[in-house]
Each structure stands twice: as C-alpha cells, then as structure tokens.
C-alpha cells in the first residue's frame, strides 16, 4: 500500500533532484572566452633625456652602475607603453643597483641624494604598474616621461656639481684674500 502522506514529499524530492540535475548540465556549456586588447598599448612614443658630455661622462667612469642605468634607458627613448612595462622589473634593479653602489664622493650631497630618491620613486611606480592589470597606455606614458624628466633632473645636478667642483678649483680663495689684505 502506498502511504498517501509520503506522495506530496516524494514529488518535492523528485523535483528538487530534477532542478539540480538540469542546473548542472546547463553550466558544462562551453563559455567563450574574449580578450580585451587595451588600445594604444602598441603604439611607440618617443622619450629623450640630456646625455651628460663627455668630460663629465669620464669622471663618472668609475661609477659603472650609472653608465648601465643610462644605457638601459636609452632602448625606453622609443619604445610602447607594453615593452615599458615587460622592462619595468629590470630597470627597478637596475635603478636599486645605481642608487646602492659607490657614488663618487663628489656627488654624495644631499641634493643629489633627493633626486636619486625622486628618480628610484618614479621607477617603483612604473614597476608597480606592471601589476595594475586595468592600466591605461596614457597612464604608462605619463609615468616613462616622469621617469625621463626626474633623470633629466640627476643629469642636470651631475653637471652643476661639477662646474661648482671647477669653479672652486679654479679660484684660489687664499690669493683673493692676501692681495686684499
């Protein structure tokens, strides 16, 4: 005999089974998946920096780090906001290394020191970029020319120092003074 009581929840469990089943087979369905390309991520801009003459250039022959940095940087003067990216790891090291190493002692001032800083800070930005995955090409840009402009900055502190360095040579502040006298 069937138990009329139990024929109400045996239907509930037949449709309950009968839902779970369809929503599973429904969800093996084939999704497609569609990549977003970001535009102008391909697009290649144009950076320049001032280079340091040579008679500045040979008095930082012995702080190699600076000659590797600058050479790296010379391949980011025409490049896409995508290679500044895939690039950006590397000139960080590169950046970390320059800014560890034996600066000559004459460029050990705190101004030069500031804008190293500066220059490190705006490297550590475009390499945290790398992990924004909704970065724009525009933003990418702005950070390659504040790159180029904070080393631009270092360069420009590099030749004053040393004219400062020449000038001071030059002038014998004893003689000024004896002939005063």
């Known amino acids: 005999m069937i138990n009329l009581k139990k024929l109400p929840a045996l239907r509930f469990l037949k449709l309950f089974v009968l839902i779970i089943v ?7 369905k084939e999704t497609k998946k569609t990549t ?8 290649t801009n144009s950076y320049t920096y001032n280079n340091l003459d ?3 250039l040979i008095k930082l022959k012995k702080w190699k780090e600076y000659s590797d940095l600058a050479e790296f ?3 980011y003067e025409k490049t896409t906001p995508r290679e500044a990216l895939n690039n950006a ?31 490190e800070n ?14 724009s090409s525009q933003q990418v840009n702005k950070q390659i020319e504040n790159i180029f402009s904070s080393f631009n900055s270092l ?6 120092i040393y004219k400062k360095d020449k000038f001071n040579n030059s002038v014998k502040i004893d003689e000024v003074f004896k002939k005063i006298r």
Do not use: H, W
Not at 36 to 43: A, L
Not at 155 to 160: D, E, G, R, Y
């Open 22 to 28: 369809l929503s599973c087979s429904q969800s093996k």
């Open 36 to 43: 977003i390309t970001k535009s102008g991520m391909n697009i």
């Open 54 to 56: 040579s008679v500045f």
């Open 73 to 75: 940087l010379n391949q």
């Open 89 to 119: 790891l590397e000139l960080k090291n590169l950046t970390k290394k320059a800014k560890d190493s034996n600066i000559i002692k004459t460029l050990k001032t705190p101004a030069f020191n500031a804008r190293i800083n500066v220059f």
């Open 122 to 135: 705006e490297v550590l930005r475009l390499a945290d970029m790398t992990y924004i995955p909704a970065i």
């Open 155 to 160: 360069n420009s502190k590099i030749i004053a």
